[in-house]
């Protein structure tokens, strides 16, 4: 997954796009986590989440590899 995106004249990494896609998901996650009360079983909220993040992240590029 070597490359890069131009946007509106701007080069950027393929791997800066996903991880905006990844904020955007964690931050829908994240939203449905909590008004279903799930957060009240996580020991470390902030642990949890950049741990969720990670995983977004990889789920993601692994998406994007077998979409080519």
Known sequence: MIGEAHVYGLYLPWLMLLCG???????GVRRVLA??????WVW???????????LLVWALSRLTVLMQ
């Not at 008004?35 to 009240?40: C, E």
């Not at 470390?44 to 990670?54: I, K, Q, R, S, T």
Request: glycine share 8%; net charge neutral; hydrophobic share 60%.
């Open 35 to 40: 008004a279903t009360g799930l957060y009240r």
């Open 21 to 27: 896609a990844a904020l955007g998901a964690l931050w």
């Open 44 to 54: 470390h909220p902030a642990l949890f989440d950049l741990a969720l993040y990670a």
